[in-house]
């Protein structure tokens, strides 16, 4: 084996390693999902659990590796959705594409008369893990060092007072003719002020403070509950939570 493939899988395997780790603990996750309205939100961090079996498979959904530091634009927010579950040796992980390939996913299953809530769960928690800065910015030693902290920041309190989330959201409109086109602008939006907040942390070597994240708990609230406003309006409230 060469020395650059053996440098490679050493790197790989660190990145991935790494990156079992959840964003957002499991009671911040729930929170998220409540504060948007979502009735099935207390299986919010099922996808974490999910990694225990899934491995590989569904790690690379959960961040995105942002080592060149370039900015998220809804192109390449569009280009990710194909990677969706897959194992491919990548490095970069596809938070972003996630999104939108379990919404895809929901879709087609409910058009084929099956049970498809279960997507709407993935889709929940990958936008949740859109917020969290260190999912969003390059596993490096600031990484490595603060990512525990910062998933857990207000985990403790969170779920007793869901009016830190609720103060922080905002209105999104995603439209019915363009939704993909606009739920990409979100996400990139979304990815670019949750990199940044990575970026200031890292320049200040320290952790988000609990205010910092219950803003960033605020876009990810803002941004399911309007998801799931889309789907009833399209679908029906017999299909959607």
């Not at 995105?64 to 390449?76: I, M, Y």
């Not at 917020?131 to 779920?159: R, T, W």
Request: charged share 25%; with cysteine; proline share 3%.
């Amino acid at each position: 084996m060469s020395s650059r493939r053996l440098r490679f899988i050493i790197i790989l395997c660190a990145v991935l390693s790494a990156f079992d780790a959840p964003a957002w603990h499991d009671k911040t996750h729930l929170s998220i999902c409540r504060a948007a309205g979502f009735d099935m939100w207390y299986h919010c961090a099922g996808p974490d659990i999910a990694k225990i079996k899934a491995g590989n498979a569904e790690s690379y959904n959960h961040w995105f590796n942002n080592t060149a530091e370039v900015e998220v634009t809804p192109q390449l927010v569009l280009r990710q959705p194909e990677r969706y579950n897959r194992v491919s040796g990548e490095e970069e992980g596809h938070l972003y594409g996630a999104i939108i390939a379990s919404l895809r996913q929901y879709q087609k299953t409910l058009q084929e008369g099956k049970y498809a809530l279960y997507h709407l769960v993935y889709c929940a928690h990958y936008i949740s893990d859109l917020s969290m800065p260190l999912h969003n910015i390059a596993f490096d030693d600031f990484n490595k060092a603060h990512h525990q902290i910062n998933d857990g920041v207000v985990e403790k309190e969170v779920f007793d007072h869901p009016e830190e989330i609720a103060k922080n959201m905002y209105s999104i409109r995603l439209s019915r003719e363009r939704f993909e086109d606009d739920l990409a602008r979100e996400i990139a939006r979304i990815a670019n002020l949750t990199r940044k907040l990575g970026y200031k942390l890292r320049a200040q070597n320290r952790d988000m403070t609990k205010e910092e994240a219950y803003v960033q708990l605020g876009h990810s609230a803002s941004l399911f509950k309007a998801v799931l406003e889309y789907l009833n309006q399209k679908d029906g409230p017999s299909n959607t939570p």
